[in-house]
């Protein structure tokens, strides 16, 4: 009998059960195409616990030790929907589904609570890692009951990635708080290789640099406060030739970027939740940009293409020049990667206080420090800094306070030369007016108020009289 049963056998289905049965346990399998199962059965034979490949929902259900465990790894929204609904009337009350998709997190409210109804638990959980992650270890963020949680933890601590030796794998709070916070991790991903991409440019198009050398450059970025997962793969992304042309790999790669929509959601819960998320929105749009490829090719005729020339390349073909502008790049992107994870984690702050889920941010840092895309040396700080203050922003946690003041300069003087220089980096300009508009102490919001108790009656509050809410001279005609 299985311990676990485990639909949808696509790429990280049939990833995630092979991991689980190296660590032992029994899984049932289940997809449309039995030979997919077929195909995981044989490929895991090996290892320590049993695959069982079942014909039928039937089959499926009456293989799992009661009370069940089904962890579904298909496309969210409709294909998700039709296996609930098949499994359901199968299925004994207390039974659980786990959706391991990335689902829009009240889609996963909803889904809570029609199978409650219906008398069974239902946990929404996001993993993060691919599917190199599926197999060696993933991240896992869970919501939704914590008795479900805790029937279904074993399994997954087992197959999570570790940190240290600490499973990254946590139960985060009710409904679709797991979802929400893999779709916040998706939102800093989207950040953090928008800046990737940014640097990348500027690199290329202002300094004239080679796709390798630009590969060296970011393995060297490995050794300082920039090691991450993703600097890791755009080395050997911009390092890789194409063999059939023998050209860079980048070179060959169409500029049009894809999306699946957790970026979107990520900006527009902020803004719903007031909650400034400006790196993500501009990695968001930039993707958006990119994808009218014809629009832009039209453009550059009309206005000349962008960008418009290699900023100062006689001074940078000067090795300590270049060797100069290249610190200040990553200066400019360490400051930028404490603007978005500090934006990543406010956003999450004013989810939790709206949704009342009593988020643990220092133990979601903890998750993320292995398994998942956005892993980075980094993460175990920000742990160490939520566990110290969880009440503090993350920028004025003293290291990372250290870290942005250090930096600050680099990625003033990088905006600015991008700017002249025509090139395009609105994540790390929306990081520079972020660390700006935050530390402003006289901004321009008292003109805004002005105008709107001009026009609407508003009103607005003296510096004056604290609290008290007046309307300007103008109202006295
Ligand atoms: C992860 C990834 C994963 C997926 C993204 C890609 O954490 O493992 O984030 O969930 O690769 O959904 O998203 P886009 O297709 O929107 O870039």
């Known amino acids: 009998m299985a311990h676990v049963g485990l639909v949808g056998i696509g790429v990280m289905g049939r990833e995630f059960a092979l991991n689980l049965a190296e660590n032992g346990h029994t899984v049932s399998l289940l997809d449309r195409d039995i030979e997919k199962s077929r195909e995981v059965v044989s490929a895991g034979s ?3 616990g049993e695959l069982i490949a079942c014909a039928d929902e039937k089959t499926f259900v009456e293989g799992m030790v009661a009370p069940r465990s089904v962890l579904v790894l298909v496309p969210s929204g409709g294909p998700l929907d039709s296996v609930i609904e098949s499994l359901t009337p199968l299925l004994d009350q207390g039974d659980l589904i786990a959706d391991l998709g990335n689902s829009y997190y009240k889609e996963t409210e909803r889904r809570v609570t029609a199978c409650e109804a219906a008398g069974l638990q239902f946990l929404g959980m996001g993993i993060s890692g691919g599917a190199e992650g599926a197999r060696n270890g993933p991240s896992i963020m869970a919501g939704g009951s914590q008795e479900s949680w805790a029937r279904i ?16 794998c946590d139960w985060f709070g009710p409904g679709g708080a797991g979802h929400f916070i893999k779709m ?5 991903e989207y950040a953090d290789m928008q800046m990737i991409a940014e640097a ?34 755009a080395a050997e992304v911009a390092r890789a030739t194409d063999p ?12 049009r970027a894809g999306q699946k929509g957790t970026g979107r959601w990520s900006v527009i819960e902020a803004l719903h939740l007031g909650a400034p998320a400006s790196m993500m929105q501009a990695a968001v749009e930039a993707r958006n940009i990119s994808a009218d490829l014809e629009g832009r090719r039209e453009s550059a005729l009309l206005f000349g293409a962008a960008p418009e020339g290699r900023f100062d390349r006689a001074q940078k073909d000067q090795d300590d020049a270049l060797k100069s502008a290249l610190k200040h790049l990553e200066s400019a992107m360490i400051a930028a990667k404490v603007c978005a994870y500090t934006q990543g984690f406010e956003v999450l702050r004013r989810a939790s206080e709206a949704f009342d889920w009593s988020l643990d941010l220092a133990a979601i840092a903890r998750v993320w420090r292995a398994g998942c895309i956005i892993r980075s040396v980094l993460l175990d700080d920000i742990s160490a800094a939520f566990e110290e203050d969880v009440t503090r922003k993350l920028s004025h946690a ?14 003033k003087l990088v905006v600015a030369q991008s700017v002249t220089g025509g090139l395009e980096t609105p994540a790390l300009y929306a990081a520079l ?26 009103r607005f509050e003296r510096v004056d009289a604290h609290g008290e809410l007046v309307n300007g001279p103008w109202h006295e005609r």
């Not at 933890?153 to 030796?165: H, I, S, T, V």
């Not at 916040?184 to 800093?188: A, F, K, T, V």
Request: proline residues 5%; negative net charge; hydrophobic residues 40%.
């Open 46 to 48: 090996a290892l320590k």
């Open 153 to 168: 933890k074993g399994p997954l601590r087992d197959a999570a990635a570790k940190f240290e030796g600490e499973p990254c």
């Open 184 to 188: 916040l991790h998706n939102g800093i």
């Open 200 to 233: 990348y440019g500027i690199m290329r198009d202002g300094w004239g640099m080679e796709a390798a050398a630009i590969g060296d450059v970011f393995a060297g970025w490995m050794d300082g406060p920039l090691n991450s997962y993703l600097v890791e793969i």
């Open 244 to 255: 059939e042309t023998r050209k860079p790999m980048l070179d060959v790669i169409l500029d």
């Open 398 to 411: 003293p290291k990372f306070t250290e870290l942005l003041n250090d930096n600050a300069e680099g990625l």
């Open 433 to 458: 007016s972020y660390h700006n508009a935050s530390r402003t102490q006289h901004s321009t919001a008292n003109m805004i108020q002005g105008l709107r108790d001009r026009f609407g009656a508003h």
